[in-house]
């Protein structure tokens, strides 16, 4: 059985992108993989600006830098079980893979080693180049391994 592979990136997807990919599954009798990255770098942005505004001083403690960490953990676990759970809704087999590394490393990983039907990830911003600089690879993937990209 093929599957097709749900993206999720560091910011609330779009509860589009999560019905795309559960329709794109169930139209051709796939199973959905729900790929959540904990990527590190979000994180480290996070504890910079929180720097930047002056909130916590110039060295935040251990337990900030934890909770931190844990908060987005509990939180892209979230989000991967609730695209599972909207999957389950509509009869198609799915489940979540929550990975920590970096997003590029994790998916091309992920892609690499399912060879999916299809990817499904929200659509890039145009004009705003760090994100779509970020999902530049996936169009070499996609040529390389040759699945369907469906952004939304």
């Given at each position: 059985?093929?599957?097709?592979?749900?993206?999720?990136?560091?910011?609330?997807?779009?509860?589009?992108?999560?019905?795309?990919?559960?329709?794109?599954?169930?139209?051709?009798?796939?199973?959905?993989?729900?790929?959540?990255?904990?990527?590190?770098?979000?994180?480290?942005?996070?504890?910079?600006?929180?720097?930047?505004?002056?909130?916590?001083?110039?060295r935040?403690?251990?337990?900030?830098?934890?909770?931190?960490?844990?908060?987005?953990?509990?939180?892209?676990?979230?989000?991967?079980?609730?695209?599972?759970?909207?999957?389950?809704?509509?009869?198609v087999?799915?489940?979540?893979?929550?990975?920590r590394?970096?997003?590029?490393?994790?998916?091309?990983?992920?892609?690499?080693?399912?060879?999916?039907?299809?990817?499904?990830?929200?659509?890039?911003?145009?004009?705003?180049?760090?994100?779509?600089?970020?999902?530049?690879?996936?169009?070499?993937?996609?040529?390389?391994?040759?699945?369907?990209?469906?952004?939304?």
């Amino acid at each position: 059985m093929q599957t097709v592979l749900l993206v999720l990136g560091n910011n609330r997807t779009e509860k589009r992108v999560v019905e795309a990919a559960v329709e794109r599954a169930k139209s051709g009798g796939n199973e959905l993989v729900v790929l959540s990255p904990l990527d590190p770098g979000r994180q480290t942005k996070i504890v910079g600006k929180v720097i930047d505004s002056g909130t916590l001083g110039a060295r935040p403690s251990d337990d900030f830098l934890s909770s931190l960490h844990k908060r987005h953990e509990d939180l892209a676990v979230a989000q991967a079980e609730e695209a599972v759970a909207e999957a389950a809704r509509c009869g198609v087999s799915a489940h979540a893979d929550v990975r920590r590394g970096g997003f590029r490393e994790k998916v091309t990983e992920v892609v690499t080693t399912l060879k999916p039907a299809a990817v499904v990830i929200t659509k890039r911003k145009r004009g705003w180049l760090p994100f779509a600089y970020e999902h530049a690879f996936l169009d070499k993937l996609r040529k390389d391994l040759g699945f369907e990209l469906i952004e939304r």
